[in-house]
């Protein structure tokens, strides 16, 4: 099981001032923190979380909460005053100092929002300045530090000075120094902070991809919201020292732990964080490829829709009916959904965002329909759910049709044309 946790804390608690054992322990007995502020600061109470290999695992709270210190115990740059963190495998509170240093070395690398790069040392000497601390020969420092160069997008400025560049290329220099080290772990506390946003917007969206490409385990400190849910699996909200709670951007958004949350939330740009598989409803309005028109039309009367997904083997989407097609087919007698079945479905992938479903949704008279790379039929998602999802309130399609537009023949003609055209001895199971 260990294997797969990167970091692990375990009921960490940091107090500074006069008395922080005693702080702690009055903590623990129940006492409230702002009592205890003779005493000092309870700047972390009671973390306990781990954080998985690959994950980007993001601490967000507001300024104070205690982020800074509770990421500072991670590496071991401050020692917990109760409490332990485990990382990859190894306990490091109270280790010694020589030990702590390789662990540190071999495991962690620190991106900070204001990076101390080296004035007149250019971008690759920057890049591979840890390595150089670690006394690799300098032909192979900068063979390793190139690459990582190019790969944050600073090609072309290795032999520039930090001085000729903007804020986001230095930062990106920082976390290519970071990147050089070829740790498992990035902590980056607060990392993108000091840029403008569309900068900053551009380092979030590469710094995912890198992520992906690398496999690395990422730790993000931030207090903005919207940054927080875009890059992280899972975000623990901290407040006065506390984890508040830990979840999926989804989670958060969606079943907040309480009214704190609740409120930091309610600003969140939902587009760009909500995923379809997150909002989509049950696809009811189904048939089997091979249960024929008056099945297909016997579901849409009462479903009250005007169109039905049809599957195939194992759910997989095959394409739509609508009613008008189907209740001709009736009519003529045929038997063959399939002359019927038309492919213009809007479909979209489980981890979309909502925010690349407005098109498709504007365009399509059907609800989208979310298919997994097996084109499997998961769920769909009417322009009402999206809606709701986007405006924060419940919606209740589980008891309104969910197809539009609405059906286009009332229940009654329908069960009457089923009636009039029933095979003469076949028993359909309705009223003959
Ligand atoms: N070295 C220290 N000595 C005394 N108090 C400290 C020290 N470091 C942090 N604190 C206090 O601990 C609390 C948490 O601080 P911390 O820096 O961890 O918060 P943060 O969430 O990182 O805030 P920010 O978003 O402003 O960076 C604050 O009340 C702070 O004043
Ligand atoms: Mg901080």
Redesign the pocket.
Known sequence: MSENIAISAHHLYKA??RKPKEVVKKLQAGADRSSLSHLG?A??IDASFDVKAGEIFVVM??????????IRMLNGLLEPTSGSVTVMGTPISGIPAQKLREVRRSNISMVFQHFALLPHRTVLDNAAYGLEVQGIPLAERRERAQSIVERVGLAGWESKLPGELSGGMQQRVGLARALVSDTDILLM??AFSALDPLIRREMQEQLVELQSELGKTIIF?T?DLNEAMFLGNRIAV?RD?RIVQVGTPDDILTDPANDYVAQFVQDVDRARVLTASGVMEPAKSVVSASAGPRAALRTMRDLQTSAAFVVGNGRTLVGVVRDKDVMRQVRAGETDLSLIVRNDVATIEPDAHLSDMFELSVESPLPVAVIDDKKRLLGVIPRVTLLAALGNVPSHTGEVAIVEPPATYSMEVITETLRETAPAFASEGGTR
């Not at 709270?61 to 509770?70: A, E």
């Open positions: 500074f001032g600061t700047a972390v709270g507001l300024s104070g909460s205690g982020k800074s210190t509770l506390d607060e400190i207090h901290m020292g």
